[in-house]
Every structure is written in structure tokens, then in C-alpha cells.
């Protein structure tokens, strides 16, 4: 159940409730910190993808990359509105097909399909790679119509080892952020590799290398986290829910202070840039679209978690039928719309599955404020530009608890299918083989074709081990009986 001061139907106690219109002041920040969580990690696909260079030159014009930056908030913020306010279709009560879960659910450029962009980006043309994230979303769409039977053999025990292996995923990722980043951290590397070689480590990137784990960076995201944790633990009241935001808007006045925020591509960006449907005409191949079709599984499992996640923490209660197939289908119309507007698959963000966890806030019109922000943000670069050049440790400061939440919701999901021997041993297996397997990369690249596919994504591993695992060892009368008495 939410909040028991919630059981008031007006002013500030509506935050603690799915529906009903909060005050636009105390609305507003708490979606704002929702945006402030996510937008480096919003943009941080399409600028992996910018960065590739081909036999012919950069994969994308400066003007596709602009419009795709552009249009990767407008998707987020328009797709977002979708799971908030879903489209029912049938009876109102119990719709045939639900499009959006009707939860307070942020949505973003998707991570999952990076490594295989990365590699597509290298053999098909930017338009081949927008048609075949336009089309490879139908397996997606059809993942969520079969949610009712896929259901049963993703009951809590499943659904929760997913749920803790995405926080322990995005754990390190908090780290990194925390310490400087991923561009200084493969700086570090690339430089300890050189030193240990005996060869000279070339000049920018031994600058790059210096940022990581630097004494700014690390002072900036333990400001962040401290104040987090003050607020959160000795404040009340708007204070203690906005604790995020505070802690951002502090972290980022400290990183300028300290000359670590570079303002310049705020002051170049242009004044207004409309997202264009289609600027990057979609081409089809079969090849390519297949090798998307199996990330979408990973993205509607991923989203599925993160269902669960909000629900768990926010209503102590897994995600009905209806709001997971409505989660995952609207994850496959948002990478529609995705790539409509020339950019990247969507997906449920799991850091902001960790703030509901957090604060506890679960109103809808608080997430409707971020996403009206992040669509505002699409026309006027400059603003979005801000949004960008904020150091990755002030981000760091803030998501390191935040994605720790997301971890203990999944011990918490696994709790609720009671610890039997039976699961016990289910989850012995899938962690010891699904997850230990899939983290030794070098091992992973030995495997045969399909198993190197399972294994080289952890969620996917420990989700389809832990599955099978789930069938083969039907839980017997006792067990049900003992997993009931649990929840």
C-alpha cells in the first residue's frame, strides 16, 4: 500500500497516490529530479552511436546527429505519457489490449541495444539502422500480447532474480559515474595498459585518464550522496522527497564552482530545432532486423522487472496482467515512435524505478511535469544542451543508492516466493551459472552460437536460466502452500 497520510484526497498527500493532481509546485521538482536522473543516460546511446566512423566517414551527418539528439528527448517524453495514461482497448475494467501501464514509469533511449548498434554501425547505413529498430519492434509488441500466458512461467521468483541483477548491473554504472565517467574510466585503462607495456601514453589521453577517480570528481559525487542521505534521513516534508533534485542542483553549482563544467556547447546550440518525423528515411534489411529482434525480448524483459519494481516498492504489490502487457507493449510503440523520429528503441529506465523506491511518490501527474520537461527540452537545444554538460559525478552521487534500491526490490520479490529448498536451489544455479557465465566475457566469446547469445547479456542469462530452471523443477503442493504463507 502506498503512504497511510496518503488516504487524504487533496494537497501534497496526492504524491503518495496514483492518481489526482498534486500542486503544480510540489509536482513539478519531483518530476523535475526524474529528468535529472536519466537525461545523461537518455542521450548517452545516441552519442555512443554519433561517435562511429565507417570506411566512408562518420556513420551520420552533424545534422542527423543534432536531430537525433533532439528527437531521443521528444520520444522519451512523448512515450512516457503513454505508460502514464495508457490506450485501452475492449472494456474499460478489463481491457482486451492495454498500450502504456498506467504507472508512474519513465521512459529512455534504451542501453540493451548499444553493443549491437555499435556493430551494426559498422556495416549498414544509419537509415538500414533506423528501419530495422522501426520493424524488429513487432516481436516486441507481440511479447506483450502474450503476456497473460507468458505470465505463469514468470512468476516472482523469476521476475525478482531479473529485478536483482539489473541493480547489480547498474551498480558499477552508479560507480563510474560517481569516479568520472565511461570516457575517462576507458582513458585509465587504455593508459594502465600502455604503462604496463612500457609505451608512452599519448597526451589527451592521459588528461582524459587524470579525470577518473580525481579528487573534484569525488568530492562532488560524496556531496551529492551526503546530502541525499541527510535529507532522506533527517528532513521532512518536500525537503526529504525532493532530496534528489537538491542534492543535483548542489552537486552541479559545486562542479561549476570548481571549473568542471564546460558551458560551451550551451552557448553554440542553436535557439530552437523542431523534431522532423522521418528526417532519416528508414531502409529495411532483413539481416539487420533480426539481429535486433532478440535484444526486444531483453528490453521487454528488462521491462518487465522494472514493472514490478515500481509496483513492489510503491503499491507492495507485483504488477497485474494488464500493466505488464500494457509496460511492454508501449516499450514496442515507444521504439515505433522512436525511430519515427529518427532515433533510438525506448525502454522502461530502472534508475527511476530506484526514486520511486526512494520517496515513495507514485503520482502520475509528478512524472507527467518530467516528461512535459524532457518534450520542451526537444525544441530549445540550449536547454537540453544544460541538461547534458552536467558532470557525471554529480549524476553519480545520486544513483549509487538509487540503483541499490532497484537490487534490494528484487531480495525483496524473491522473498515474497518464500526461500524453499526449491528455490533455493533455482536460485543457486541461475546466479552460479546464468549470472557468474555471462560476466566472464572471454569465456562468453568460447561459447557456441546460441548459448554465446543467452549468455552475452546477464539479464538474459540469468532470466532464461532461472525460467527453465522454474520449469523443469515444478514447485510440488508443500512448496506452493510454504511460498503462500510467505507472501
Not at 551529492?224 to 541527510?230: A, E, Q, S, T, Y
Not at 526512494?358 to 520537461?373: D, L, Q, S
Amino acid at each position: 500500500m502506498s503512504d497511510p497520510k496518503a488516504l487524504t484526497v487533496s494537497g501534497r498527500d496526492l504524491i503518495y497516490r496514483l492518481e489526482g493532481r498534486p500542486p503544480l509546485g510540489v509536482a513539478f521538482p519531483l518530476g523535475l529530479q526524474h529528468v535529472l536522473s536519466m537525461f545523461v543516460g537518455n542521450l548517452a546511446p545516441v552519442l555512443i552511436l554519433a561517435g562511429i566512423s565507417t570506411a566512408d566517414g562518420p556513420l551520420m551527418t552533424p545534422e542527423q546527429k543534432a536531430m537525433m539528439v533532439q528527437c531521443c528527448m521528444f520520444a522519451s517524453g512523448l512515450t512516457t505519457m503513454l505508460q502514464l495514461y495508457p490506450i485501452r482497448i475492449g472494456k474499460k475494467d478489463n481491457p482486451t489490449i492495454q498500450i502504456g501501464a498506467g504507472l508512474p514509469i519513465v521512459m529512455g533511449t534504451a542501453f540493451a541495444f548499444v553493443p549491437t548498434l555499435r556493430t551494426m554501425g559498422t556495416q549498414y547505413s544509419i537509415n538500414i539502422i533506423i528501419g530495422s529498430i522501426m520493424a524488429a519492434s513487432i516481436v516486441e509488441a507481440v511479447m506483450g500480447l502474450l503476456i497473460k500466458p507468458l505470465k505463469k512461467v514468470f512468476p516472482s521468483l523469476v521476475i525478482g532474480a531479473v529485478l536483482l541483477t539489473i541493480g547489480l548491473h547498474l551498480l558499477p554504472v552508479g560507480v563510474q559515474y560517481f569516479a568520472g565517467g565511461a570516457g575517462p574510466e576507458a582513458a585509465a585503462k587504455t593508459a594502465a595498459a600502455l604503462i604496463a607495456e612500457g609505451k608512452p601514453v599519448p597526451e589527451g589521453t592521459a588528461r582524459l585518464a587524470a579525470q577518473f577517480g580525481s579528487w573534484q570528481n569525488l568530492l562532488i559525487g560524496s556531496v551529492v550522496f551526503l546530502i541525499i542521505v541527510c535529507l532522506q534521513r533527517f528532513a521532512k516534508g518536500m525537503l526529504k522527497i525532493s532530496a534528489i533534485l537538491i542534492a543535483i542542483i548542489a552537486g552541479y553549482l559545486l562542479a561549476t564552482a570548481l571549473g568542471q563544467v564546460d558551458f560551451t556547447r550551451v552557448k553554440e546550440a542553436g535557439p530552437i530545432n523542431v523534431p522532423i518525423p522521418l528526417f532519416i528515411k528508414p531502409e529495411f534489411n532483413l539481416s539487420a532486423i533480426i539481429s535486433l529482434a532478440a535484444i526486444y525480448v531483453v528490453s521487454g524483459l528488462e521491462t518487465m522487472g522494472n514493472v514490478n519494481g515500481i509496483t513492489i516498492a510503491g503499491f507492495d504489490r507485483e504488477a497485474t496482467i494488464p500493466e505488464t502487457q500494457g509496460a511492454v507493449i508501449a516499450d514496442a510503440a515507444g521504439s515505433i515512435i522512436a525511430s519515427t523520429f529518427n532515433t533510438l528503441p525506448n525502454t522502461a529506465f530502472g534508475q527511476n524505478a530506484g526514486i520511486v523506491a526512494m520517496t515513495k511518490v507514485v503520482n502520475k501527474f509528478c512524472i507527467f511535469c518530467g516528461a512535459i520537461v524532457l518534450i520542451i527540452a526537444s525544441f530549445f537545444p540550449k536547454l537540453g544542451e544544460l541538461f547534458a554538460v552536467m558532470p557525471t559525478s554529480v549524476l553519480g552521487g545520486a544513483v549509487v543508492t538509487v540503483f541499490a534500491m532497484i537490487m534490494l526490490n528484487g531480495i525483496k520479490l524473491i522473498a515474497k516466493a518464500g526461500f524453499t529448498d526449491r528455490n533455493l536451489l533455482i536460485l543457486a544455479i541461475t546466479f552460479g551459472v546464468g549470472f557468474a557465465i555471462s560476466e566472464n566475457k572471454p569465456l562468453v566469446a568460447r561459447l557456441p552460437g546460441i548459448l554465446r547469445g543467452i549468455f552475452n547479456d546477464t539479464t538474459v542469462a540469468v532470466g532464461v536460466v532461472c525460467l527453465l530452471l522454474n520449469l523443469i523443477f515444478p514447485a510440488s503442493a508443500e512448496e506452493k502452500a510454504k511460498a503462500q504463507e510467505a507472501h
